[in-house]
């Protein structure tokens, strides 16, 4: 049973991995497609809006697709499609093809993680959540920073088109999803213990469920933040590379470089969270949101003054190896005292911002029973995807406006909002997290 449960992993991760490099390619590729085809910050993300867009319009469809037929077969078909969409994507040679295949991708390619979501929560004991949930995070935002490296050296170093890069990800992506196809459906002992799991996974969205759940206001404040957060505090992943690029005149690769440098931060906040989370669990209180709480109110000063110094780099790094302009940006970063505080305030920054990601599913995970997890992380989902929807065109016209450096600034001033609100709300989480477990003892 344990060989085949992980090769389950193996392969949704693997997925998973190689779905969050698609977006990240898009973003990456940003100041190449810029000058290829001549285009505006607002046209450059309206993009990755069109991709958010169909997300939303198609999830609907996988859902109803999820519960009614194979997992298995529904699973490997959107997955298939955003495969292919990636592939298409790298024959595109103007403004409206970029679109178009963006939306082919996006109509197929959230279906994944909430699926795997949903799946976790069943197998995840609760003094174990925040571990596994970390992971999972740690994998996505893993597949992110490897869509970036590769964009950059592909486009940046090694010289070749903007475009390569998603015909090089389609390919693998192809084959990782017809080698989990034949795990899927032509190993017996595979389905025979491990379609359980599929099967509790059920409807992600239930209408009926959502308007139940909602009584909970644990859930309805969760998704009153989760509506107004996140189109702002998208900007951080979707724009930073272009402020590198912009405001400190950094090359595309060593945006890349500063960009990865700084998930690294965001990865350690969550797997510290993750621990954090865990260690503080207890029947008895819910002392444990302190932990956000003072994460994102240590977040906001250090990302303001951070995003705010001001530097360019005169010269681009010699060498033509990544290690070498790696190693020259570090040289030029510790050997600039202003700089070096401005990207060690960042980093930080982002370690402590990076708690809000295991919080919001542990909360989902401690507040609601097994039938209103599923419906409210399909809600949660959705607006997610909405909000990186407007993300990128609001980016957009506040970059072209005014200038990327307001962009990044909206993000720190913008936490206040959800810091007071998370204070505000406490004693209301504590309240809904009692009852559960009144529920199960009894």
């Known amino acids: 049973m344990k060989i085949y449960k992980k090769l389950l992993y193996i392969s949704l991760f693997g997925l998973i991995f190689l779905r969050f490099s698609i977006s990240y390619l898009i973003i990456t590729s940003f100041p190449k497609m810029e000058n290829v085809f001549n285009l505006n910050n607002f046209q450059l993300g309206t993009i990755i809006s069109v991709y958010f867009l169909m997300s939303v319009i198609f999830l609907f469809i996988w859902i109803y697709l999820f519960g009614k037929y194979s997992k298995f077969k529904i699973f490997l078909l959107s997955s298939f499609l955003w495969v292919l969409g990636s592939i298409l994507f790298s024959f595109s040679q103007n403004y409206v093809h970029l679109l178009i295949f963006s939306a082919i991708i996006g109509c197929s390619i959230e279906a994944s993680a909430i699926f795997v979501l949903l799946m976790l929560f069943q197998i995840s004991p609760n003094q174990k959540q925040g571990k596994v949930l970390a992971l999972f995070m740690i994998i996505q935002g893993a597949g992110g ?54 099967e509790k996974g059920g409807y992600i969205l239930n209408f009926k469920l959502f308007r139940e759940s909602l009584q909970r ?60 989370f865990d260690k503080y669990y207890s029947r008895d209180n819910y002392n444990k949101i302190f932990i956000i709480i003072f994460g994102i109110f240590l977040s906001i000063p250090l990302l303001f003054i951070g995003f705010l110094i001001f530097w360019k780099k005169p010269f681009e790094s010699s060498g033509v190896g990544l290690i070498d302009i790696a190693l020259n940006l570090f040289h030029y970063t510790f050997t600039n005292p202003l700089i070096f505080v401005s990207y060690i305030m960042l980093f930080i ?68 909002i959800p810091l007071i609100h998370l204070i505000l709300m406490r004693k209301v989480i504590e309240a809904d997290f009692f009852s559960i477990n009144k529920d199960l003892a009894e």
């Open 145 to 198: 920073i490897f869509g970036v490296f590769l964009t950059a050296t592909f486009e940046d170093l090694l010289g070749f088109s903007w475009n390569f890069v998603f015909l090089f990800i389609g390919i693998i992506s192809l084959i990782w999803v017809i080698m989990s196809g034949v795990l899927f459906l032509k190993t017996e002992k595979f389905n025979i213990l491990i379609e359980p799991y599929f």
């Open 217 to 276: 206001k644990t859930n309805l404040n969760l998704i009153i933040i989760i509506f107004y957060s996140t189109p702002f505090i998208f900007f951080l992943n979707l724009w930073i590379q272009k402020y590198f690029h912009d405001y400190h005149s950094l090359t595309q690769m060593e945006a890349a470089i500063s960009y990865i440098f700084l998930s690294g931060g965001e990865f350690l906040g969550i797997i510290f969270g993750g621990f954090l």
């Open 349 to 416: 920054g982002f370690v402590c911002f990076g708690l809000i990601y295991p919080f919001f599913l542990i909360l989902i995970n401690d507040c609601n029973n097994d039938n209103e997890k599923g419906t409210i992380l399909g809600i949660k989902n959705l607006i997610e995807i909405m909000g990186q929807a407007l993300s990128p065109i609001i980016g957009g016209l506040i970059a072209d406006n005014f200038s990327i450096l307001i962009v990044m600034l909206f993000v720190p001033l913008f936490l206040i």
